[in-house]
Nanobody, 126 residues
């Protein structure tokens, strides 16, 4: 049984940092490109960042470039999202995702996700 378990969410103030973690089990982790999506109340789920199967290539949404970093540790079956200078509008549930398929641009689509985590709430107060 495949499981993706996120942790690290919480309540922070604008300008603070958070590091999200996603622990994967039940799959050959290194075979999957991984990503983070987020969904705010009343809004569609949006892609935040992705990382290729081997650490190296990454993609970031324009809104988070320069502030967020994605990394992975294939030995630990884990992927991380370091979020700096958080903004109130980034309050959302953040989801870890394992992609079934992804293009060379690493712009992952929700419909191409093979496995989702349950999500972790990030709340940024102003």
């Amino acid at each position: 049984q495949v499981q993706l378990v996120e942790s690290g969410g919480g309540l922070v103030q604008a300008g603070d940092s958070l590091r999200l973690s996603c622990a994967a089990s039940g799959l050959t982790f290194s075979n999957y490109a991984m990503g983070w999506f987020r969904q705010a109340p009343g809004k569609e789920r949006e892609l935040v960042a992705t990382i290729a199967r081997s650490p190296g290539s990454t993609y970031f949404a324009n809104s988070v470039k320069g502030r967020f970093t994605i990394s992975r540790d294939n030995a630990k079956n884990a992927v991380y999202l370091q979020m700096n200078s958080l903004k109130p509008e980034e309050t959302a549930v953040y989801y870890c995702a394992a992609f079934r398929v992804i293009g060379t641009t690493l712009i992952g689509r929700a419909e191409d996700v093979a496995y989702w985590g349950q999500g972790t709430q990030v709340t940024v107060s102003s």
